[in-house]
């Protein structure tokens, strides 16, 4: 195949087009009506109260966390199997991440880990569904609830899942979402805030607008200038036209994940019969959302070699993750020891991410799992 398979793309249509360019020849481009009707799509969706839109799902955990008004240097657990953003939000706040172990199946937070992970400092958890496979959110609340923490669930791979027949928003007492252009849809960059907690959403609106105590409507309809600034808040406001697109993105959201299932089960049937090949878990009591489909690498065979194989075969391949811990700002600021994640460790090496986005092709699908099959021959490696 002589075009490049990347491993994730946005699915953009006339539709959204269209959208974003009647919005550029209103009058509102930043602050205005779409603002407020992205997120009563975004809560009507999930089935939650409330949401906060904002410029990136960085932003939407950052203000996640500073909602929750913590002393410094209190700690929070999360997982080193993430993107930086989670625990980086973290340290924003002037807080320390604690690392607890995952769990080979899903790559999730491994709730017995967390509860090892525990001290008299513990103020909160952040859980990050893996690849949209929701965690053990039961078993994770109740540590929560029998410890006195606060849960933020960082679902930028995961709207659109579902736990026990909900969908995830509705678990932790604020959930994230990313709509960073790989994601499952997308406003170019924009995240969200969820929650059902009054308090937090007030806060997360002043929050994201420097801590001004009024939003801008307010202030115009009154004639007055002015406002207080209550907190040290910041300018994480999405536009106008951001928001038109993630509401008609929001639209084909469960198409764009039943076709992404539909190649994900594709996948897992071509791969079935390769001896070194594990392919993902998908749990009965979850719906899972399929944002990246990977595989682990079994009998020995070099997660680097292969990688670099697929690469020389057009094939976006990826890793998702390298662990937290192993970054140069994390050594120099926090005493980790990789030994102590033994099971991140082992995924880390063996694990490779498959391409998987809703216009990708079955011939495609077929294309790359002829080449892992291929592999072994091939590369003449050992296995
Ligand atoms: C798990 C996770 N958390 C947070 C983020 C940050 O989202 P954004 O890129 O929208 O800032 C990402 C995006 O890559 C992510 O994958």
């Not at 699915?11 to 009506?33: M, N, Q, Y």
């Not at 937290?324 to 926090?334: D, E, P």
Request: glycine share 4%.
């Amino acid at each position: 195949m002589s075009q490049f398979i990347p491993y994730g793309k946005q699915f953009i249509d006339e539709k959204d087009i269209e959208a974003v360019e009647t919005v550029l020849k209103s009058d509102w481009l930043t602050t205005g009506p779409k603002v407020d009707e992205f997120e009563n799509t975004i809560s009507k969706y999930v089935g939650c109260k409330y949401a906060t839109v904002v410029n990136s799902g960085t932003s939407a955990l950052d203000l996640a966390v500073h909602a929750l008004k913590l002393k410094n240097g209190l700690e929070i657990i999360t997982t080193p199997f993430t993107f930086a953003a989670t625990s980086n939000s973290i340290i924003y706040n002037n807080l320390i991440p604690v690392f607890a172990d995952i769990k080979e199946d899903t790559r999730n937070i491994d709730p017995e880990d967390i509860k090892r992970k525990i001290t008299d400092k513990t103020v909160a958890i952040i859980y990050m569904d893996y690849a949209g496979h929701p965690c053990d959110i039961k078993e994770i609340k109740e540590i929560a609830d029998e410890n006195d923490l606060f849960l933020i669930e960082d679902a930028s791979h995961a709207i659109g899942s579902e736990y026990n027949n909900k969908k995830i928003g509705n678990y932790a007492d604020m959930t994230i979402f990313s709509f960073h252009p790989v994601k499952n849809i997308t406003t170019g960059e924009g995240g969200a805030v969820v929650t059902n907690n009054t308090q937090f959403d007030k806060d997360l609106k002043m929050l994201r607008n420097h801590g001004i105590d009024q939003d801008l409507h307010q202030r115009q309809s009154k004639m007055d200038y002015m406002y207080d600034i209550k907190e040290l808040g910041r300018n994480y406001r999405i536009t106008d036209f951001q928001c038109a697109l993630g509401i008609s993105q929001l639209k084909k959201l469960d198409s764009f994940i039943s076709k992404r299932e539909k190649l994900a089960n594709l996948y897992s049937k071509l791969l079935e019969n390769i001896d070194f090949v594990e392919t993902p878990v998908n749990y009965g009591n979850i719906k899972n959302s399929w944002h990246i489909y990977t595989i682990l690498l079994k009998k020995g065979v070099n997660r680097n070699n292969f990688f670099k194989y697929m690469k020389k075969s057009n094939i976006g391949v990826n890793v998702h993750y390298i662990p937290i811990y192993r970054f140069s700002y994390y050594k120099n600021h926090y005493n980790i020891d990789p030994v102590d994640y033994p099971v991140t460790e082992k995924v880390f090496n063996d694990i490779i991410t498959l391409p998987l986005y809703p216009q990708l092709k079955t011939e495609q699908i077929e294309y790359i799992c002829d080449k892992i099959r291929d592999y072994n021959t091939v590369k003449g490696e050992k296995l």
